[in-house]
């Protein structure tokens, strides 16, 4: 056989920082390593904490403590903590996080350019947060070819909202171990988020599009097994596309209250073209596509393959309530599903 001997880093405080980037420690290149937490209470650090940028992080392992919640991972919670690329990162599962990521900037500049490909972050993996907080002031992070914790991005503060967020040929799993729980992705604020080539799986709900989410788009991507809702647009949002995605066993709750894609009433600007729903639950949703009474204007429904109606997909295909203009359905299979 092969081996490698690469080295391990051992922490055993509840409350520092195992590594920080200091201001003015530019260009740091961490490679090849294992970090092993083993505390004996709940952590409140990071393993990486980072005040500057221009850092590369590749072949990390980050192992954690079972019994205990071990912490935060890489924070970067200043404008200066910008250009940093993750490569190849791993964290096995069956232990508790805060978070994998916190991005945020709190003086009114951004945190931005953070870049993660080809990392396998474990799905059974309990986050007291979430896997991924994306606040106030973050510009430009995306995510390939990875297997990744659920997203919230907010703006707390009240600053500038997470932008130009980009997730490709990547998986999420909200859930944890195979059990569905949590938003995959809880997008309360944000603007220009793309999803694309992609998987969401065993979650409550795959994609919640909040009232301050601006250009979000979902497409070409698998959601799969959601207790409740796929997809759910709220009033204020902007710009929402959910095109040509496959969308399969949701509502799956006894009670089939949910609907796989739910429009508040009072939301606009969407369109919802191109996707293809179907069902191996013998518990359905409600309907694939329902939009609740309301002024809601300007949006599209069409192209899109319901199924066969009331007895295989859903329990109805699609109800529109809409009392607003501007809109158009069209094109969907079968033809008569607007009811």
Do not use: C
């Given at each position: 056989?092969?081996?490698?001997?690469?080295?391990?880093?051992?922490t055993?405080?509840?409350v520092a920082?195992?590594?920080?980037?200091s201001?003015?420690?530019?260009l740091?290149h961490?490679?090849?390593?294992?970090?092993?937490?083993?505390?004996?209470s709940?952590?409140?650090?990071?393993v990486?904490?980072?005040?500057?940028?221009?850092?590369?992080i590749?072949?990390?392992?980050?192992?954690?403590w079972?019994?205990?919640?071990n912490g935060?991972?890489f924070?970067?919670?200043?404008?200066a903590a910008?250009?940093?690329v993750?490569?190849?990162?791993?964290?096995?599962?069956?232990?508790?996080w805060?978070y994998?990521?916190h991005?945020?900037?709190?003086?009114?500049?951004?945190?931005g350019?953070?870049?993660?490909?080809?990392?396998?972050?474990?799905?059974?993996?309990?986050?007291s947060d979430a896997?991924?907080?994306m606040?106030?002031?973050v510009?430009?992070?995306?995510?390939?070819n990875?297997?990744?914790?659920?997203f919230?991005?907010?703006?707390?503060l009240?600053?500038?909202?997470p932008?130009?967020?980009?997730?490709?040929?990547?998986?999420?799993?909200?859930?944890?171990?195979?059990i569905?729980?949590?938003i995959g992705?809880?997008?309360?604020?944000?603007r220009?988020f793309?999803?694309?080539?992609?998987?969401?799986?065993?979650s409550e709900k795959?994609?919640?599009?909040?009232?301050?989410?601006?250009?979000?788009?979902?497409?070409?991507?698998?959601?799969?097994?959601?207790?409740?809702?796929?997809?759910?647009?709220?009033p204020?949002?902007t710009?929402?596309k959910?095109?040509?995605?496959?969308i399969?066993?949701?509502?799956s709750?006894?009670?089939?209250?949910?609907?796989?894609?739910?429009?508040?009433?009072?939301?606009?600007?969407?369109r919802?073209?191109g996707?293809?729903?179907r069902?191996?639950?013998?518990?359905?949703?409600?309907?694939?596509?329902?939009?609740?009474?309301g002024?809601?204007?300007?949006?599209?429904?069409?192209?899109?393959n319901?199924?066969?109606?009331g007895?295989?997909?859903?329990?109805a295909d699609m109800?529109?309530?809409?009392?607003?203009?501007?809109?158009?359905?069209?094109?969907?299979?079968?033809?008569?599903?607007?009811?």
């Amino acid at each position: 056989g092969v081996s490698h001997n690469k080295s391990i880093l051992l922490t055993t405080s509840p409350v520092a920082d195992v590594i920080v980037i200091s201001t003015g420690a530019s260009l740091f290149h961490l490679e090849d390593l294992e970090i092993q937490v083993r505390v004996g209470s709940d952590r409140t650090a990071s393993v990486l904490k980072a005040l500057d940028g221009q850092g590369m992080i590749s072949n990390v392992r980050i192992v954690g403590w079972p019994n205990y919640n071990n912490g935060k991972i890489f924070t970067h919670d200043t404008a200066a903590a910008g250009n940093w690329v993750y490569n190849h990162i791993l964290v096995p599962g069956g232990v508790k996080w805060t978070y994998l990521f916190h991005l945020q900037e709190p003086s009114g500049g951004t945190v931005g350019s953070i870049h993660v490909s080809d990392s396998l972050i474990s799905g059974t993996i309990t986050w007291s947060d979430a896997g991924i907080i994306m606040d106030t002031g973050v510009d430009t992070f995306t995510v390939v070819n990875s297997e990744i914790p659920r997203f919230v991005t907010k703006n707390s503060l009240g600053g500038q909202a997470p932008r130009w967020v980009h997730v490709s040929s990547s998986y999420i799993e909200a859930g944890v171990a195979g059990i569905p729980s949590g938003i995959g992705l809880d997008l309360q604020a944000v603007r220009d988020f793309n999803f694309v080539n992609s998987y969401i799986a065993t979650s409550e709900k795959a994609v919640v599009v909040g009232p301050n989410a601006n250009h979000v788009t979902i497409s070409n991507s698998h959601i799969v097994n959601m207790l409740r809702e796929a997809v759910v647009i709220k009033p204020g949002s902007t710009g929402t596309k959910i095109l040509d995605n496959t969308i399969e066993d949701t509502g799956s709750e006894p009670n089939g209250n949910y609907d796989a894609i739910s429009v508040e009433g009072g939301a606009s600007d969407f369109r919802i073209s191109g996707n293809t729903f179907r069902s191996g639950h013998s518990q359905k949703p409600r309907r694939q596509v329902t939009v609740a009474p309301g002024s809601s204007n300007r949006y599209e429904i069409s192209s899109n393959n319901f199924g066969i109606s009331g007895t295989d997909y859903a329990t109805a295909d699609m109800l529109d309530s809409g009392t607003g203009a501007d809109k158009t359905i069209i094109g969907n299979i079968p033809s008569s599903t607007t009811r």
